[in-house]
């Protein structure tokens, strides 16, 4: 195409009120394209494996998340082995972690967890989905484990000191899933009605769930 | 019997190998205690350049203090720093 031939006059000039169709493709972007052509190509994966993941990771979501906690706090007995071994109690629930595994860190009245990823993104994909855009930026991953406490406040959570922060970087093999403490008012609601107040960010440990 | 046990205080390395890493810089050189073994898994620097990561090494999560950590953390003494290094990472500490 040698012309603007989209329209009837060329486009020096913007119209007002809509946005230019540029779609750069990014550097790293053309990289990943460009490995994952020759995955294809030579057979290492299949486009049907890639979309087949795609698909799968793009099925999950904070609900699932949101029911383990809510049988953690009606099942004392599932909440042992959650903790004990966060990967297999999941899988009792017909989750899969994938090729990692999960530890379970539980808020208390002394302690509260707070999960970050400081070299990428790491996150329990497959029991909340995809992670915010906020989990990946720079600025949450830098500044969680320098000040949790003032990176908490942004977030609307204000910690007493008499309450310890730990803080998770989860720089390698491992997924974390905080366990929230069930909140004030809530004594004997199903784990259904349970579930629906458990937040992606309360099981992130940026916020307190609120009954 | 793995090499480090639960509790014991360890130094993790202060080392600067080029390449992919997977040991924060900001814990490099800094000693904590043994939170927990999370079992034995292949070597990420290994794999990261097509190898297979054998031999497997031995996982800890190791606990830090944030004061350790950084010159005026703004919280109280007790909060803390948890994460994962593998044991070619981590030397003992004489008490």
Known sequence: MTTDDRGTHSHDHDHPGTTPDVNETGYYELMAEAMKELLIEKGVVSADDLRRNLEFLDSRDPVDGGKIIARAWTDPDFKSRLLEDGTKAVEEMGLTMGDAELVVVENTDDVHNMIVCTLCSCYPRTILGLPPDWYKSKSYRSRAVVEPRSVLKEFGTELPDSKTVRVHDSNADMRYLVLPQQPEGTDGWSADRLAEIVTRDAMVGVVLPQA | ?95
């Open chain 2, 1 to 95: 019997m793995t090499m480090f046990s639960v509790g014991e205080r360890v130094r993790i390395k202060d080392s600067h190998p080029p390449g992919h890493r997977r040991t924060p810089f900001y814990v490099r050189g800094k000693t904590g205690v043994i939170e927990r073994y999370c079992g034995d898994f292949k070597n990420p620097e290994e794999l990261a350049y097509g190898f297979d990561g054998t031999p497997k090494r031995e996982l800890y999560r190791v606990r830090l203090a944030q004061n350790d950590l950084w010159e005026n953390y703004e919280g109280p003494a007790s909060d803390t720093l948890d994460l994962e290094i593998y044991d070619h990472w981590l030397e003992k500490v004489e008490d």
